[in-house]
């Protein structure tokens, strides 16, 4: 399973939303993330999506 997230995310680095493309991961307590990469610095990105 590789599902995709397209959307909004927040840069901790840039202190500001960026959209970006991620993964979607679900951790060991079922919650679901989209790890993606800020366009402008690099940093790399976290959103919780909520559970699986
Ligand atoms: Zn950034």
Redesign the pocket.
């Known amino acids: 399973m590789s599902d995709k997230y397209e959307g909004e995310f927040y ?4 202190k ?1 939303k ?1 959209t970006a493309t991620g993964n979607i991961e679900v951790n060991a307590k079922g919650t679901r993330m989209a790890k993606g990469k ?6 790399n ?1 976290n959103r919780i999506l909520g559970k699986a």
């Open positions: 840069c901790v680095k840039c500001a960026r800020c366009p402008v610095c690099g940093t990105l």
